[in-house]
């Protein structure tokens, strides 16, 4: 197990001294409090493909160091999916332990080794992580991406902003689950309260080929949504051409082609659904 140094408020201010904004409008800071939009720093785009392509060498080489990874969750894609799109893009090696009541959860769930016991949880060890996005944060970390979370301040800044937007965007998904009526009630939240924050995240991409320029965490959150829309209600995705774009990229990456092709891939997104 292992630590990382977090950057203290002052040194975080003075990595912004000097530094262009992540914004789309980098003309005047009023532009940020109306557009609230943002662009990442593009990179070497010879590097990032290698990254993205998932033959970065930090990477293998934390793959090679043989820890074993347990992903606990219901058996449903759900808040875990980005967590296993993580899992296939770093290609690490993992076991998932799967709960079926919720008699069989309460019984490991005083058993974790974590003050937060939480599906989905993730077990390197003797460690436990829970809540997915602390989850999402650890693996890059553990496979030294730290791109995927942010190449400086003002893109990770960005990337939690286009986060929340995301995370705004799937809460109308939850709302009836257990209804009998569930799939149609989300069909009319997908077009009714979904769509506005797609506008919102479609403005965001524009005609860049990732949410802040190049791959991250992001991008992979917002994969499973529209997942979701394309299996639920796909022509809305059709007002969205470069949403659908991102879709298509992002499973056509490599590993994420090959994980698609998998029983693990092949399960409900809800109970019902």
Known sequence: FFFFKQKTAYEMLRSLVG???????RSTWGSLNKQ????????????????????????????????HLVLGYWGI?????????????LQ??????????PEEWAEDKQKLKTPFPNLPYLQD?????????????????????????GKNVEDTICLYQVMGVIDDARQPVSEGIREENHVEQLKKNIKEKISPKLQQLSDQLGEDEYLIGYLTLADLNLLFLLELI???ESSVLEQFPNLKKLRERLVGLPHLAEYNKTERANRNFFMKV
Request: charged share 25%.
């Open 19 to 25: 530094s262009e904004m992540c914004i789309r409008d």
């Open 36 to 67: 609230m939009g943002c662009s990442a720093s593009k990179g070497n785009p010879t590097k990032d493909n290698k990254q993205v392509n998932g033959t970065n060498q930090a990477t293998n080489q934390a793959n090679q160091q043989g820890s």
């Open 77 to 89: 894609k759900g808040i875990a999916e980005p967590i296993r799109y993580i899992l296939a893009l």
């Open 92 to 101: 690490f090696k993992y076991e998932e332990k799967t709960y079926t009541t």
């Open 125 to 149: 060890g003797d460690h436990v992580i829970t809540e997915s996005k602390a989850i999402q944060h650890y693996l890059c970390q553990k496979a030294q991406r730290l791109d995927l979370l």
């Open 230 to 232: 394309q299996k639920v």
